[in-house]
């Protein structure tokens, strides 16, 4: 799970991640979609909703929904808990 681009000079995720919808634009952190706000990690690896839920992550690039699998790496990476 890398980021698609390098962190900018504020340390904040910046690329492209692609979804089910096509590819989506991410600058300083943020990415709208279908009229959303979304946030994602500087690492560029977590997905969250306004709230802070995470409710996706990306990897080689693609966003992916969770899945108990994909939870549990989290869990084992420290992500969540």
């Known amino acids: ?47 969250t909703d306004q709230t802070g839920n995470v409710v996706a992550v990306v990897s080689n690039g693609k966003a992916h929904e969770l899945t108990p699998e994909i939870i549990n790496q989290l869990r084992s990476r420290g992500y969540i808990k």
């Open 1 to 47: 799970m890398l980021p698609v681009k390098p962190k900018s000079p504020s340390g904040r995720f910046n690329g492209t991640v692609q979804t089910d919808e096509g590819p989506v634009e991410v600058r300083e952190g943020f990415a709208i979609i279908d009229g959303a706000l979304f946030m994602i990690s500087d690492d560029g690896v977590l997905i």
